[in-house]
């Protein structure tokens, strides 16, 4: 079935010739066409430009079955590509949020068994299918607010057979979906309790019994390690990473959050496609990013609800780097998956223009999530992933409104959702 949306007031981040990423001044560009048409052909899209060019369409005059939108007024985006969450988790942890209210700091939590490991034992205690279904209410309320793709992460088990059940449960939101979903082993998320004082007998449990299994069972995507401040060292990161590789599993890093950790150098060294977080970047890991094809991924979210400083975001485009954006949905330091409010983030606490921010949240967060020949931009070939806004004036009134849902019609793989 073909399915066309017409008379589009504003057609958002159109592409004749895909890319890869855009970086430097080039983020501030967006190619729009106003007065548009899309179609699209099963899942993938078909056609796109001008209205005046509809009656060209020779396709359109054998469709059998065809679908129309009107969306006068309204404008047409590409979904979001959001590429750094741990959204398969058990519970929340509003504790935590009122410790952090009275000045205990991310560390400080984590040292009284806090964070990750307070939802490490919850994930213990949980069966896959209460996971399975708790995750499952947070994809539907992200496909709502305009998210089409996704990477989620383990990290929440921290043993062979936690890590693997999250990673079951990933695979089954995969499957079951429309989403599209990249899956991330991350055994290094933390060190478990049991291991206090012993981390490197921990680092050899993951390198020597979870990576075989994770692979063997074809669980994951990409392979992620916390490569920070009381975290994981970068020699560890390293002996890590290089076991990864040899099962073809890609590098994602957490890095520099906490402090210059040396993560994103080593996230570079094996070509990482993203190095995520950021909050402490300086000239030497600006150098180390340049040439390289690691996206910088940002997370508003984590340093908004943590109160943290702000990733030198205008200091990387300003050096010609690419930047993504992500969410960081998570129970402890995000607990957000609104991409939408991440645009306003983008704008308010990094100085980012609108052009940057919807270019961070689609072409450049695809990327970082490897699915950029699929989706980030209204392509002909790509899959069929967009919203429709209600009626608005402008796209700069997408960040700027930023407590208002401005989505009207989700569309994943051409099926109205």
Request: aromatic letters at 8%; charged letters at 25%; proline letters at 3%.
């Amino acid at each position: 079935m073909k399915l066309l949306i017409k008379n589009i007031k504003r057609l958002v981040q159109v592409e004749e010739e895909p890319r890869n990423w855009v970086a430097g001044e080039q983020m501030s560009h967006l190619n729009c066409i106003d007065n548009a048409f899309l179609l699209m052909d099963g899942e993938h899209i078909e056609d796109f430009g001008p209205m005046q060019q509809l009656d060209q369409v020779k396709s359109l005059e054998d469709a059998d079955v065809l679908q129309e939108i009107d969306a006068t007024g309204r404008m047409v985006f590409p979904s979001f590509c959001d590429s750094h969450t741990h959204l398969v988790y058990a519970g929340s942890r509003e504790v935590e949020y009122i410790d952090k209210i009275k000045g205990l700091s991310y560390e400080e939590i984590a040292q009284r068994g806090g964070g990750i490991l307070n939802s490490a034992q919850r994930l213990h205690d949980s069966s896959e299918e209460e996971l399975y279904e708790s995750a499952l209410e947070r994809i539907r309320e992200i496909i709502s607010l305009g998210t089409g793709a996704v990477e989620i992460k383990s990290g929440y088990g921290l043993t062979v057979e936690d890590e693997l059940k999250m990673l079951r449960v990933i695979r089954r939101l995969k499957e079951t979906t429309p989403l599209t979903i990249k899956a991330t082993f991350l055994g290094a998320h933390a060190v478990p309790a049991q291991y206090k004082g012993r981390q490197g007998e921990y680092v050899d449990l993951i390198i020597n019994e979870m990576i075989p299994l994770v692979a063997s069972d074809d669980l994951a995507d990409f392979i992620d390690v916390f490569c920070d401040k009381g975290f994981f060292t970068v020699e560890e990161t390293d002996r890590i990473l290089i076991a990864g590789m040899k099962y073809g599993l890609r590098a994602k890093i957490h890095a520099n959050e906490l402090d210059y950790s040396g993560g994103i150098q080593v996230g570079v060294k094996y070509n990482a496609l993203s190095v995520d977080h950021l909050e402490y970047v300086g000239d030497a890991e600006i150098e180390a990013l340049k040439g390289s094809e690691t996206m910088p991924t940002v997370l508003p979210g984590a340093a908004f609800f943590l109160n943290m400083v702000c990733s030198p975001v205008r200091k990387m485009i300003d050096a010609g780097l690419p930047v993504a954006l992500a969410s960081d949905f998570n129970p402890g330091s995000s607990p957000s998956g609104n991409m939408k409010f991440v645009l306003s983030l983008g704008c308010i606490n990094y100085k980012m223009l609108p052009e940057e921010v919807i270019n961070a949240t689609t072409i450049n967060s695809a990327y970082a999530m490897g699915v950029q020949d699929e989706l980030g931009s209204i392509a002909r070939g790509k899959i069929a992933n967009v919203y429709i806004t209600k009626e608005i004036s402008t796209i700069e009134y997408m960040p700027y409104a930023y407590g208002s849902n401005l989505i009207d019609t989700v569309i994943l793989r051409g099926e109205v959702l």
